[in-house]
Nanobody, 124 residues
Framework: QVQLVESGGGLVQAGGSLRLSCADS????????MGWFRQAPGKERELVAA????????YYADSVKGRFTISRVNAKNTVYLQMNSLKPEDTAVYYC?????????????????WGQGTQVTVSS
């Protein structure tokens, strides 16, 4: 059973930083690739970053490359998203998700389990 709980969202000024965490209470965390998605009002859910099961491979959307870093600690069943140099356009609900597909899955439908989401708001 995979249960994902995100934390770390909040309100931050443009240029600031936040670190999101996603903890899995199950026992199969290391067997799942993990992704961070975001969804802004009126927009589709989009992949921000993904990380492979071991953490050896990562993927970033062009819009966050160089600013965001995804990482995981399998011993803690936790995946992180460090967000630096935040912009107002990063404002969205951020979701973590788990996939049984190897590598760094890119599509929304590649992911089987989802957290409840955490709001990130960046003020200008």
């Amino acid at each position: 059973q995979v249960q994902l709980v995100e934390s770390g969202g909040g309100l931050v000024q443009a240029g600031g930083s936040l670190r999101l965490s996603c903890a899995d209470s199950g026992r199969t965390f290391s067997s799942h690739a993990m992704g961070w998605f975001r969804q802004a009002p009126g927009k589709e859910r989009e992949l921000v970053a993904a990380i492979s099961r071991s953490g050896g491979n990562t993927y970033y959307a062009d819009s966050v490359k160089g600013r965001f870093t995804i990482s995981r600690v399998n011993a803690k069943n936790t995946v992180y998203l460090q967000m630096n140099s935040l912009k107002p356009e990063d404002t969205a609900v951020y979701y973590c998700a788990a996939s049984t597909i190897a590598g760094t899955p890119r599509g929304v439908y590649d992911y089987d389990y989802w957290g409840q989401g955490t709001q990130v708001t960046v003020s200008s």
